[in-house]
């Protein structure tokens, strides 16, 4: 194991096999010690030399790394220069080495401050037992690199739908907490908090005050911003900051905040430097403002302009309701004007007067209709009594009965002597038959005189005499 490290150290540079020759007398075999870190144990320790070479040796095996970050700490001595970098997102600091040959490469001096990316490779002491980052080579980041570097996260995000208008959510007409999350004691908060409470005095304010550049910027502003989206009091959240370079307002491009913004439920107005600044939370905010003065103009409403607008509308709405009422009375007036209005009794007097008419024609239309059936019934009357047989003895005929009380129509059929019964117009008689003619229209027979009184009688067969007696 040990040949193979010493090998491997060869590979890399390093010196393992000199070090194990250069043992002092008396040092352990390097055959007999264990080939591996979990295979020592207080019986069978590896030397000291032993675990150095090999930490170096896998040290120095990773390959070098190109990082990002801000020089914090600068330190030149003699041809060697002490660097210190700092991590742009989070507290992480690196000490770097730099020798002189890379330093005189750069076209321009570094500055605390500057921000840099740099090739590292680790570097293992194995004396002194220290881990040193040595830098081969170390670029500024320009603003045309940043700059780049912010377009294509932009557009990367644009792609992802973020940016969409469909997503921006509607500022509240009248917000009654605004939400500010800004820096300690910033212009930028007083230019809000001035502005708001001169356009509307009850506006109330819940503020936030954070870093806003640096580290920690992106960070502490997360933390506010989901604190002030979980309060129901709030209606619309601020963030506001004054101007400054590209490299101070680069935490409101970072990629962790402009999504975090994305997912608030609570609308959020941008408000970061002047016009011409133009950060990813812009694109992504609901309302983007130019400056924190006119942030607070958009947010919160005029209180005059408002008062003046009420004015406007309640003056519309009397005159609105007074047009109404006018327009009203005009038809009542009109309605009132009307005959069936005016006499109302009119309508009922029309109705009574058709009423009567009614009631006269249709007793006009019966006593018509009865006098006309009656005169029909007396034309039947008429007609039945024109026809009776009373109607024919009143002429003077008269009808001639048998003692069966049968009609004697033919004279033939009458014996002599047969008692006869006569209905006269007005009562009746009886008579006996003394002689019969044979047929109608031969001379008759002459009949014994009797001493009762005779009567003659019509008949088609007729009894030429009779006897007759009192009627009955």
Not at 217 to 230: G, I, K, Y
Request: proline fraction near 6%; charge should be positive; aromatic fraction near 2%.
């Amino acid at each position: 194991m040990v040949r193979e490290d010493r090998q491997t150290m060869n590979d890399d540079g390093a010196s393992l096999g000199t070090a194990i020759a250069a043992a002092p007398a008396g040092a352990a075999d390097p055959s007999s010690l264990p080939e591996t870190a979990a295979e020592t144990s207080a019986d069978r320790p590896w030397p000291l030399h032993v675990l150095s070479e090999k930490l170096k040796a896998h040290i120095e095996r990773a390959p070098a790394a190109w990082v990002e970050g801000q020089v914090i700490e600068l330190n030149k001595r003699g041809t060697m220069c002490f660097v210190t970098l700092r991590d742009i997102d989070a507290e992480i600091s690196l000490s770097l080495t730099v020798w002189g040959t890379v330093m005189d490469r750069l076209s321009i001096p570094l500055e605390r401050g500057s921000r840099v990316v740099a090739r590292l490779k680790a570097d293992f002491w194995v004396k002194s037992g220290r881990l040193s980052m040595q830098a081969w080579d170390i670029r500024p980041v320009g603003l045309g690199d940043l700059l780049a570097r912010i377009e294509r996260l932009r557009q990367s995000l644009a792609a992802e739908g973020l940016f969409a208008s469909h997503r921006k959510k509607p500022l509240p007409l009248l917000p009654h907490r605004i939400g500010l999350i800004t820096g300690r004691d910033s212009d930028a908060k007083k230019d809000v908090l001035r502005n708001a409470r001169l356009r509307w005095p009850a506006v109330e304010f819940e503020i936030r005050e954070v870093a806003v550049q640096g580290v920690s910027a992106v960070s502490q502003m997360r933390s506010a911003l989901s604190e002030l989206d979980r309060m129901p009091g709030v209606d619309v959240i601020i963030i506001a900051r004054g101007g400054g370079s590209l490299e101070d307002l680069l935490p409101f491009s970072n990629e962790d905040l402009v999504r975090a913004v994305s997912s608030a439920t609570t609308p959020i107005v941008s408000a970061i430097g002047h016009e011409a600044d133009h950060p990813l939370l812009d694109d992504v905010a609901d309302l983007r403002a130019s400056t924190p003065t006119d942030a607070a103009k958009r947010v919160v409403p005029e209180v005059t302009e408002e008062l003046q607008r009420i004015r406007q509308a309640r003056t519309q709405l009397s005159r609105c309701v007074a047009q109404l009422v006018s327009r009203e009375s005009e038809r009542l007036t009109h309605l009132r004007s009307r005959p069936v209005l005016a006499q109302p009794i009119g309508m009922v007097t029309v109705r009574h007067e058709d009423l009567l008419r009614i009631r006269k024609r249709i007793t006009t239309a019966m006593d018509s209709a009865v006098a006309r059936e009656a005169d029909r019934v007396l034309h039947l009357r008429a007609q039945v009594r024109s026809l009776s047989p009373q109607n024919t003895l009143d002429r003077g005929y008269a009808v001639v009965q048998t003692e069966d009380g049968s009609v004697v129509r033919e004279a033939e059929t009458v014996a002599p002597s047969s008692m006869l019964a006569i209905r006269v117009a007005s009562g009746r008689l009886a008579a006996r038959t003394v002689g019969v003619d044979g047929a109608p229209g031969q001379p008759g027979m002459s009949a014994p005189e009797t001493s009762s009184k005779k009567r003659p009688t019509k008949k088609r067969g007729s009894v030429r005499q009779t006897e007759s007696k009192e009627p009955e």
